[in-house]
T-cell receptor
Framework: DAGVTQSPTHLIKTRGQQVTLRCSPK?????VSWYQQALGQGPQFIFQ???????QRGNFPDRFSGHQYPNYSSELNVNALLLGDSALYLC?????????????FGQGTRLTVV | AQTVTQSQPEMSVQEAETVTLSCTYD???????LFWYKQPPSRQMILVIR??????QNATENRFSVNFQKAAKSFSLKISDSQLGDAAMYFC?????????????FGTGTRLQVTL
C-alpha cells in the first residue's frame, strides 16, 4: 500500500503565478482534505473533497480552489500567488465512515513564493 | 468554532525518562475526537494516539498515554521511556463527531527534544 502520495515535493513560484499541487489518497480512501502549514505553525484546514465535490471549506480566499477526480485523487490550485502563500501543503485522506476517525497524511509539498 | 492550544513551544527530555505534553481545547460540542500527531523532519504527520470524548478511559498505545479531562477540556500526552526517535514536533488536534470525515483543528505544536 503506497499510502498518501503528493507531488511535487518542492516548488518555487513567482508572486502572481498560479500553482497546482497533486494528491493521491491511500488505497480505498474516498475523502481528501488539504491543509496549509506555515513555518512554525500547526496545519490550517483549507477544504475537503468527497464524491468530487467540495464538502467543507476553511477560512481561505477563493484564490484557493480544488478538484477531485473519479479515482479520488485531488488537486489544489492557488491563483495569483502571494508571498504569504509560502508554506507546506499537506494532503490527508480518510474514509467517509462515521466510526473511522483516522486521517492519513502525505509528506507534503513545500511551496516557496518569491 | 473550536480552538486547540498548546502552551509549550519546546520541551526537552532525557532518554528513558518520561515527559508530558499539554493541550487544552475549547468546544461547545459534547461528542468529538482528540488526537496527538507526530511530525518528524520528514514532514509526514503520523498518528500517535486518539481519544473518543464519550470514553472515560484514557487511551494508551505502548509507551504513549493520554490524560483526558473532559470537564477541564484538557488532553495531555505522556511519553514514557523516551527514545531518540521520539524527537519531533507534536500536534494536538480536535475533530468533531458531527458528520463524517470532519476537518481536523490543530494546535501550534510542541517541539520535543530527546537528549542522551
Amino acid at each position: 500500500d503506497a499510502g498518501v502520495t503528493q507531488s511535487p515535493t518542492h516548488l518555487i513560484k513567482t508572486r502572481g503565478q498560479q500553482v497546482t499541487l497533486r494528491c493521491s489518497p491511500k488505497s480505498g480512501h474516498d475523502t481528501v482534505s488539504w491543509y496549509q502549514q506555515a513555518l512554525g505553525q500547526g496545519p490550517q484546514f483549507i477544504f475537503q473533497y468527497y464524491e468530487e465535490e467540495e464538502r467543507q471549506r476553511g477560512n481561505f480566499p477563493d484564490r484557493f480552489s480544488g478538484h477531485q477526480y473519479p479515482n479520488y485523487s485531488s488537486e489544489l490550485n492557488v491563483n495569483a500567488l502571494l508571498l504569504g502563500d509560502s508554506a507546506l501543503y499537506l494532503c490527508a485522506s480518510s474514509l467517509d465512515v462515521q466510526w473511522i476517525t483516522e486521517a492519513f497524511f502525505g509528506q507534503g509539498t513545500r511551496l516557496t513564493v518569491v | 468554532a473550536q480552538t486547540v492550544t498548546q502552551s509549550q513551544p519546546e520541551m526537552s527530555v532525557q532518554e528513558a525518562e518520561t515527559v508530558t505534553l499539554s493541550c487544552t481545547y475549547d468546544t461547545s460540542e459534547s461528542d468529538y475526537y482528540l488526537f496527538w500527531y507526530k511530525q518528524p523532519p520528514s514532514r509526514q504527520m503520523i498518528l500517535v494516539i486518539r481519544q473518543e470524548a464519550y470514553k472515560q478511559q484514557n487511551a494508551t498505545e505502548n509507551r504513549f498515554s493520554v490524560n483526558f479531562q473532559k470537564a477541564a477540556k484538557s488532553f495531555s500526552l505522556k511519553i514514557s521511556d523516551s527514545q531518540l526517535g521520539d524527537a519531533a514536533m507534536y500536534f494536538c488536534a480536535y475533530r468533531s463527531a458531527a458528520g463524517t470525515a470532519s476537518k481536523l483543528t490543530f494546535g501550534t505544536g510542541t517541539r520535543l527534544q530527546v537528549t542522551l
